[in-house]
């Protein structure tokens, strides 16, 4: 459940695990662990976790008359397994998942002006839980450039789920596709025709390199793997 909650990019410092009393837990269950996120609104249960023993399929046997117990092919030996109970809920998970990738910047990460910027919203959602991986956004609308841009998502989209926007600045683009939690973007630029390459950006650093656009299936597949 711990790597669960990894895989839904939770921090470890966002959460507890609450050990629960004998005397709060059900009467079957001989330990039970709640996993408690640290809501904006308070912390609150996210998940539970309990070990109901062998209470589950001997309530089964019993008013079924099948035989539950398992034997052990080393040894011989006949038992009736244990159950361990994971409790999740979709809700709860979306949430928390949202509040961890939730992030505002004042004034934006930008340094290229001196304007007065407003609240920049980045949703950073681990690679696997975004719904769109990759954003093709091509410098121009200009008939030169749309044609490799289209060819370029086309050529991705057998392998990723991508999106394509050509509209307004590429600044404020990139800024719709970071609300969105999209982890790359790729701009072709009027270089691109020249020289077989384009310009990744990352979501979270804003780090940009130079692909060659044969290599960029691989990069975007390392990146995202």
Not at 8 to 15: F, I, M, R
Not at 76 to 87: Q, T
Request: charged share 30%.
């Amino acid at each position: 459940m711990q790597k669960w909650c990894a895989f839904l990019g939770l921090k470890k410092e966002n959460y507890e695990m609450v050990e629960i009393d004998e005397k709060d837990r059900a009467f079957y269950s001989m330990r039970t662990i709640d996993f408690e996120y640290k809501y904006p609104f308070g912390q609150k249960e996210l998940y539970g976790l309990a070990y109901r023993t062998d209470y589950d399929l001997k309530q089964h046997q019993e008013f079924s008359r099948q035989d539950m117990q398992y034997l052990d092919p080393v040894t011989k030996e006949k038992y009736i397994p244990h159950v361990i109970e994971p409790s999740l809920g979709v809700d709860r998970s979306v949430l928390a998942c949202l509040l961890e990738a939730y992030t505002e910047i004042d004034g934006g990460r930008s340094t290229t002006t001196d304007a007065i910027k407003d609240v920049e919203v980045i949703l950073k959602l681990p690679y696997a839980l975004s719904p769109i991986k990759v954003a093709i956004l091509p410098l121009s609308k200009k008939e030169t450039l749309v044609p490799l841009a289209k060819q370029i998502q086309a050529d991705l989209s057998h392998k990723f789920v991508t999106t394509y926007d050509e509209t307004a600045s590429i600044g404020k683009r990139y800024r719709r596709q970071d609300e969105i939690g999209t982890p790359f973007c790729i701009t072709i630029d009027f270089d691109s025709l020249e020289d077989g390459a384009v310009t990744v950006r990352d979501r979270d650093t804003m780090e940009q390199e130079r692909i060659k656009i044969k290599d960029v299936e691989n990069y975007l597949s390392n990146k995202l793997k």
